[in-house]
């Protein structure tokens, strides 16, 4: 049996130590990149349309609103980009250095979102800038999820990559539950005059902090040692996109549809959901984040036993499992939610997070494993970007789309269902791979 760590380093305490060194490294580090790109999901929802698109919305506010969903979109059509240089770079000098720059490169675009004028004083050039940032934003996440995902999963005892490769799953919860409550403080313990004039800038500066912290704890993390064997053998592709897509096209293909239906219904979650509850239904904005942070524990939750089971019974049926709870869960999801009660509303979204949990947690193991050792980085990342863009890129944009044109909330059910139909034939296709040699 093939393992990411030899039996003789598992009883090794220097060697349980870098594991743990390696799951905290991959688990903060992934929320801190997620806090920031979720900060700005948030924002979009709340603000950034009358400070950003102030002509828009003294004319149509609706329009506002979607163009700012879209400015939450564009992002992810970078992420390609960033997935393109940080897999060829980190499967040639290593998985530990993308990490690091990703994390500075997300930081620095958050920070300065923060300190960005509106357009009430810097003209087109505030919203211009505000896409660029966006923009790079995008580029560091395409490369970021990639890098902490093979960290963990190949510092992995075999009958646990599940279990370490969700670790980096839950830092998107975790992150969502960062900066849904950072934005509940800022939004109840400040006027509402005092949080559009500058309060909202306060959870985009909040992120310095956080990336003094992350750097500090992923570059005390060791190199991936199956990256490391690899370059022993002098095996690494010279020209990995090249290998990649001659060899391994219908593996990204897969990849990509296997995360369309959970990176939409998931971004459902951290940006329109909260939205449409205060803007449509006219519930309170403060409970509303409340639930949401409350969502985002049981995704942590669900998500981290997704890890867990997928190491018992596959990768592939778990994932079955968390896309036919989906499908049977969207319709329903929006009728609760079209109650208006903060109580339904919450139920709803808790429910949505089982789903979303089982069909995410497994992913980092099924990724790696469907790549070869010297263009995984490229693979996983490349095949996630893509089902980035296919799935959440625009799916707020989308639901308000659909919401205008048919009036009701129904349609994005059904678009969230049709979907995890999509993912759950995808899956179906991929031949189980719990237990698969990583070195090779």
């Known amino acids: 049996m093939s393992t990411s760590a030899t039996p003789a380093q598992l009883l090794n305490p220097a060697a349980r130590a870098e594991q743990r060194k390696v799951l905290a490294g991959t688990l903060v580090g992934t929320t801190i990149e997620w806090y920031d790109f979720f900060i700005y999901a948030q924002a979009a929802g709340l603000v950034l349309a009358g400070l950003y698109f102030a002509p828009v919305t003294s004319d149509n506010p609706a329009l506002a609103q979607i163009i700012s969903w879209a400015s939450l979109g564009i992002s992810f059509l970078f992420r390609p980009l960033g997935a393109i240089v940080a897999g060829y770079l980190g499967d040639r000098l290593g998985r530990k250095i993308m990490l690091v720059f990703t994390l500075i490169l997300m930081g620095a675009a958050t920070a300065l979102i923060g300190l960005l004028p509106t357009y009430a004083t810097w003209g ?31 510092h992995a005892p075999v009958n646990k990559r599940g279990f370490f490769g969700a670790y980096p799953q839950i830092g998107v919860p975790c992150g969502m539950i960062l900066a849904t409550f950072v934005m509940y403080l800022a939004t109840t313990l400040l006027s509402n005059e005092d949080f559009l ?31 490391k064997e690899m370059q022993a053998r002098k095996s690494e592709s010279a020209t990995p996109l090249r290998q990649l897509f001659r060899s391994n096209s219908k593996q990204v293909l897969q990849s990509a549809l296997i995360f369309l239906a959970n990176n939409a219904a998931g ?3 951290i940006a329109f959901f909260s939205a449409y509850a205060t803007k449509h239904l006219g519930m309170e904005r403060g409970p509303v984040l409340l639930a949401s942070t409350l969502a985002a524990f049981t995704w942590l939750i669900f998500t981290m036993f997704g890890g867990i089971i997928s190491d018992k019974i596959g990768r592939v049926r778990t994932f079955q499992i968390g896309y036919v ?6 319709v329903p999801m929006f009728m609760l939610i079209e109650s208006g009660e903060i109580l339904w509303f919450t139920v709803a979204i808790l429910v949505l997070t089982i789903g979303l949990g089982l069909s995410y947690g497994p992913q980092a193991a099924l990724y790696a494993e469907m790549f070869p050792t010297n ?24 639901a308000e789309l659909l919401l205008a044109e048919t009036g009701s909330s129904i349609s994005i059910g059904l678009y969230i269902a049709g979907l995890s139909i999509i993912s759950l034939i995808a899956v179906s296709t991929v031949k189980e791979t719990k237990g698969k040699d990583l070195r090779v």
């Open 124 to 154: 087109i050039w505030a919203p211009v800038l505000l896409v660029v940032l966006r923009i790079i934003q995008g580029f560091s996440a395409g490369g970021e999820w990639g890098g902490a995902a093979l960290m963990s999963v190949e």
């Open 197 to 227: 004039a500058w309060g909202w800038r306060l959870p985009f500066l909040f992120s310095v902090v956080l990336i003094l912290v992350g750097f500090v704890i992923r570059r005390s993390v060791d190199e991936s040692p199956v990256f």
């Open 267 to 269: 971004y459902l979650l």
């Open 325 to 330: 709870f989906l499908i049977l869960w969207a």
């Open 375 to 398: 263009i995984r980085y490229s693979g996983v990342s490349i095949g996630y970007a893509i089902g980035a863009i296919l799935g959440g890129a625009f799916a707020p944009l989308i």
